[in-house]
């Protein structure tokens, strides 16, 4: 009997431990200025800012992907640091109007960020 007692008390544990976790919630980017500080993170933390870089980077490089793929407009962005010259110059774009451009739709301030920097002439 105690050798049942066990063997159950052990099978709840077991079962506990392999419930997942909860996931923990990541809150969305709004507006401009929620990816803004990754963004400059990346240059200013030197132990996390690998982190926010690519949590910055990889959410433009979605956006040029999906303006090159419309081909409309086109795109010249330099090839070497290209992840580097698109951080910075959304960082610059969003700095030269603080204002009035950290409260835009984060989709539309990467918009117009990357087409204001790197539309060919």
């Known amino acids: 009997m105690r050798r049942l007692a066990f063997v159950a008390t052990l099978s709840s544990l077991v079962i506990t431990a ?9 809150p969305p980017m709004l507006v401009a200025k929620d990816l803004l500080l ?6 200013n933390d030197p132990r996390d800012g690998f982190m926010s870089q690519l ?15 419309a ?17 910075r110059s959304f960082v610059r774009w969003v700095h030269a109007s603080y204002s009035k451009r ?5 989709g539309e301030a990467v918009q117009a960020a990357i087409t204001d920097g790197f539309q060919c002439q």
């Open 102 to 106: 950290s409260k835009m739709p984060v």
């Open 71 to 87: 081909g409309d407009p086109k795109l010249c962005i330099p090839e070497a640091n290209q992840d580097d010259e698109l951080r």
């Open 55 to 69: 949590e910055c980077i990889g959410f433009i490089r979605g956006f040029v992907a999906a303006v090159e793929l």
């Open 18 to 26: 392999a419930a997942p976790a909860a996931a923990q919630d990541i």
């Open 38 to 43: 990754p963004c400059q993170e990346a240059d």
